[in-house]
């Protein structure tokens, strides 16, 4: 009987899975109901089996740790979103292990989850370019922002079409790698050229500049990181130049968009007074997170806080200063958790430089690639979600914490299937 429901659960968990990428389309409370779903059978489960083994690996217990020490952090605030923020936050943790028992007791999810990300590109593409042409996308919405151009496909009003392709990007081609005996070298190439055509051109339609800047870190990380790869990029890393360039030329609405915008933003422009960082409004976030790390620089003021901070008029900076969050994780760790949580995050992003580094020490000095395809595609997937350089969203929202974990458990997969090496 317990190995009846246990077979039944981990079905349920593998197809839910399969689907939070079609969910997160949605928004965000579908993928996390997903989410939470897949938890509860995951810790079934280990209950049914008296399995509870996995609960006590390291990489979870420094996740559980991090989410106690928040939680206590925010219940200082007396402010009940924060506590609630940071104290469901553990979920995540725990989603990470759920994935890796679902990879490891369904194998066919890999090539599955392949082909249909794949075809949710092309479909993004398609309907993008359907967008860009006819104002509206293929079922009739239409999005005028009169401020800013934007492409948002079935984003709807929702702003994000560029982020879903950049930061599942290096997913789907780690899934191209992993599947890739299934695959002639010629037909690898043409999956990696459709899909890195696909994916520039619908980031750059989308009028994302952050994304398209993670696109291009991520494409500069495997590049520099495995020569296999690096062969298999150089055809539609020239492509993607040449649809710039066309893109440019043909449409001004993406032109200004992403290049004079930002030039204009950056201070760069012959009008400007002087050089800021990112933009005038996106200083004023950073000063206001300054601000909150010298009152509490230690533990910070608690998750999800900078919104009630920056509210308050003794603590008015600029118009439109205050936000819902500062638009960089690190300066959100700084204001809101403090050292303890600048160092918490900083820390794994040394990690994956530090293996990045020793992978191209080793291929300069040694000859020899320490890492696997998959390790580098999957490592690259943390570096452009924790690259400190560049704006980025709220690190507590829901959305956004679904699309950047959905990865990590497929390389805690690799590194327990020894898959990783280094």
């Given at each position: 009987?317990?190995?009846?429901?246990?077979?039944?659960l981990t079905?349920i968990?593998?197809?839910?899975?399969?689907l939070?990428?079609?969910a997160?389309?949605t928004g965000?409370?579908?993928?996390?109901?997903?989410?939470?779903?897949?938890?509860?059978n995951?810790l079934?489960?280990?209950?049914?089996?008296?399995?509870l083994?996995?609960?006590?690996?390291?990489?979870?217990?420094?996740?559980?740790?991090?989410?106690?020490?928040?939680?206590?952090?925010?219940?200082?605030?007396m402010?009940?979103?924060?506590?609630k923020?940071?104290?469901?936050y553990?979920?995540?943790?725990l989603?990470?292990?759920?994935?890796?028992?679902i990879?490891?007791?369904?194998?066919n999810?890999?090539?599955n989850?392949f082909?249909?990300?794949?075809?949710?590109?092309?479909t993004?593409f398609?309907?993008?370019l359907?967008?860009?042409?006819?104002?509206?996308?293929?079922?009739g919405?239409?999005y005028?922002?009169?401020q800013n151009?934007?492409?948002?496909?079935?984003?709807?009003?929702?702003?994000i079409l560029?982020?879903?392709?950049?930061?599942?990007?290096?997913?789907?081609?780690f899934?191209?790698?992993?599947n890739?005996?299934?695959?002639s070298?010629?037909?690898?190439?043409?999956y990696?050229?459709?899909?890195i055509?696909?994916?520039?051109?619908?980031?750059?339609?989308?009028?994302e500049?952050?994304?398209?800047?993670?696109?291009?870190?991520?494409?500069?990380?495997?590049?520099?990181?495995?020569?296999?790869?690096r062969?298999i990029?150089?055809?539609?890393?020239?492509?993607i130049?040449?649809?710039?360039l066309?893109?440019?030329?043909?449409?001004d609405?993406?032109?200004?968009?992403?290049?004079t915008?930002?030039?204009?933003?950056?201070?760069?422009?012959?009008?400007s007074e002087?050089?800021?960082?990112?933009?005038?409004v996106?200083?004023?976030?950073y000063k206001?997170?300054?601000?909150?790390?010298?009152e509490?620089p230690?533990?910070?003021?608690?998750?999800?806080?900078?919104?009630?901070?920056?509210?308050?008029k003794?603590n008015?900076?600029?118009?439109?200063?205050c936000?819902?969050h500062?638009?960089?994780?690190y300066?959100?760790m700084l204001a809101e958790?403090g050292?303890f949580?600048?160092?918490s995050?900083?820390s794994?992003?040394i990690?994956v430089?530090?293996?990045?580094?020793?992978?191209?020490?080793?291929q300069?000095?040694?000859?020899k690639?320490?890492?696997t395809?998959?390790?580098?595609?999957?490592?690259?997937?943390?570096?452009?979600?924790?690259?400190?350089?560049?704006?980025?969203?709220?690190?507590?929202?829901?959305?956004?914490?679904?699309?950047?974990?959905?990865p990590?458990?497929?390389?805690?997969?690799?590194?327990?299937?020894n898959?990783f090496?280094?």
């Open positions: 009987m317990s190995q009846q429901l246990d077979y039944r079905y968990s593998s197809i839910l899975f399969f939070i990428p079609i997160l389309i965000p409370f579908i993928p996390d109901l997903f989410l939470v779903i897949i938890i509860l995951f079934t489960i280990l209950y049914i089996n008296k399995n083994k996995i609960l006590r690996n390291k990489y979870l217990i420094f996740f559980i740790l991090f989410c106690l020490i928040s939680t206590v952090i925010s219940t200082f605030s402010n009940l979103s924060s506590i923020s940071s104290s469901s553990i979920r995540f943790g989603f990470i292990f759920a994935v890796y028992m990879l490891k007791s369904n194998n999810i890999f090539k989850l082909y249909m990300l794949f075809f949710i590109y092309i993004l398609l309907d993008s359907f967008q860009l042409f006819f104002l509206k996308n293929i079922f919405f239409v005028d922002n009169s151009f934007r492409i948002t496909s079935f984003f709807g009003e929702n702003e560029g982020s879903y392709v950049a930061r599942l990007f290096p997913l789907v081609l899934l191209l790698v992993y890739s005996n299934n695959f070298y010629k037909k690898k190439i043409i990696a050229l459709i899909l055509i696909t994916s520039f051109t619908i980031i750059l339609l989308s009028g500049r952050t994304s398209i800047a993670l696109f291009f870190l991520c494409i500069m990380f495997i590049s520099f990181s495995s020569k296999e790869l062969k990029l150089v055809i539609p890393i020239i492509s130049v040449f649809i710039a066309l893109t440019f030329s043909y449409s609405k993406v032109k200004n968009r992403v290049i915008t930002t030039i204009n933003q950056l201070g760069l422009s012959s009008k002087r050089i800021v960082m990112f933009s005038k996106y200083e004023s976030h206001i997170s300054f601000n909150m790390f010298k509490k230690l533990f910070g003021h608690g998750a999800k806080m900078f919104r009630f901070y920056c509210s308050k003794e008015f900076v600029a118009p439109g200063a936000t819902t500062p638009h960089n994780f300066a959100q958790l050292l949580g600048f160092i995050l900083f794994i992003f990690l430089i530090f293996f990045f580094i020793k992978n191209i020490y080793a300069v000095f040694n000859k690639q320490i890492l395809d998959e390790a580098i595609c999957l490592l690259s997937c943390c570096f452009i979600t924790l690259f400190p350089l560049l704006p980025s969203g709220n690190f507590f929202n829901n959305w956004l914490s679904v699309i950047m974990y959905y990590l458990g497929f390389l805690i997969y690799i590194i327990k299937e898959k090496h280094a």
